[in-house]
């Protein structure tokens, strides 16, 4: 008799677990978080593109898309400032850096949160790039969250190396997150 008490709470704890797993499987699946850029030409270029963020459970997945470009490769960043105003777009101030780390090559410690890394642009003058990442979120906290920073294009390759900036030339491109209204 006993023995069939303790095998009924064991399955009473299981179901108890089971609920609280598919309740957590629901919350998981709200709705995706989205926010936005539009680049526009800096320094004299003639670059447009638009930047998409979509956080889906806990991941931010960034697409780039450019026209216009300079064939070649272009380094591309999260800047500090969401503030494009200036012709040359320093306003923008520089990487965004909230984990205090050297500039680097993504996902190879250590890194700026804001080093997406380049993006190869063919004759046509266009360029893709996609990078998904949990160290990002749309909205969360101030040291994940890409609303308010500035996505830059540069004229020339981030060489991964050298200190703060990659080496990577004028900001050609220039862009603020943001998310639309709800
Ligand atoms: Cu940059
Ligand atoms: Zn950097």
Redesign the pocket.
Do not use: K, R, S
């Given at each position: 008799m006993k023995m069939i008490r303790s095998l009924l709470g064991a399955g009473m704890a299981l179901a108890l677990i089971a609920g609280a797993d598919s309740h957590a499987a629901q919350k998981a699946k709200a709705k995706p978080k989205k926010a936005t850029a539009a680049i526009q030409s800096r320094s004299d270029s003639h670059l447009t593109g638009k930047a998409t963020f979509l956080e889906v459970d806990g991941k931010v997945t960034l697409r780039v898309m450019i026209s216009g470009a300079e064939p070649g490769t272009h380094a591309v960043?999260l800047h500090e400032k969401g503030d494009c105003t200036a012709a040359d777009g320093a306003s923008a101030g520089g990487?965004w850096?909230p984990s205090q780390e050297n500039?680097?090559k993504w996902a190879t410690a250590p890194?700026?949160h804001?080093?997406i890394g380049n993006v190869e642009v063919g004759a046509n003058g266009k360029g893709t790039l996609t990078l998904t990442t949990d160290l990002w979120t749309i909205g969360g906290a101030p040291e994940t969250d890409v609303v308010g920073k500035a996505i830059i294009v540069h004229a020339k390759a981030d060489d991964f190396t050298t200190q703060?900036?990659?080496n990577a030339g004028g900001r050609v491109g220039c862009g603020v997150v943001k998310a639309p209204r709800k």
């Open positions: 960043h990487h850096n500039h680097g890194f700026h804001g080093d703060p900036t990659g």
